[in-house]
């Protein structure tokens, strides 16, 4: 039942911007921290940043990996059920297919590993053009 879509993805130059959304369903989704990987042609698949669950002293605390630090930004509205990757300044080695996550259990704070995420939407492609 849970779903999540991905939206926003398409054609950039470096050095530009784009904000991707990741629309969820199906759960209560401020409980569950969530987060964004990657995946470029050839190449693993990318951890690039969480955002915890919506409680306790961490609540929405980010984490990012550290090649996209300082460049993008993670940020979730609740009422929305809806979390957003902001991309800033960015560069052809960002190009990917970005894929949105939902942590495997509830009041998880920042996971940053691929097995503590249980549910994915199919993604979007991202192109940045040099």
């Known amino acids: 039942q849970v779903q999540l879509v991905e939206s926003g993805g398409g054609l950039v130059q470096a050095g530009g911007s784009l904000r991707l959304s990741c629309a969820a369903s199906?759960?209560?989704?401020?409980?569950?921290?969530m987060g964004w990987f990657r995946q470029a042609p050839g190449k693993e698949r990318e951890f690039v940043g969480s955002?915890?669950?919506?409680?306790?002293?961490?609540?929405?605390?980010?984490y990012y990996a550290k090649s996209v630090e300082g460049r993008f930004t993670i940020s979730r509205d609740n009422a929305k059920n809806t979390m957003y990757l902001q991309m800033n300044s960015l560069k052809p080695e960002d190009t990917a297919v970005y894929s949105c996550?939902?942590?495997?259990?509830?009041?998880?704070?920042?996971?940053?590993?691929?097995?503590?995420?249980?549910?994915w939407g199919q993604g979007t492609q991202v192109t940045v053009s040099s």
């Open positions: 199906g759960y209560t989704f401020s409980l569950y921290a």
């Open positions: 996550a939902r942590a495997r259990a509830p009041h998880t704070i920042v996971p940053f590993e691929a097995a503590d995420f249980g549910s």
């Open positions: 955002i915890s669950w919506s409680g306790g002293m961490s609540k929405d605390s980010c």
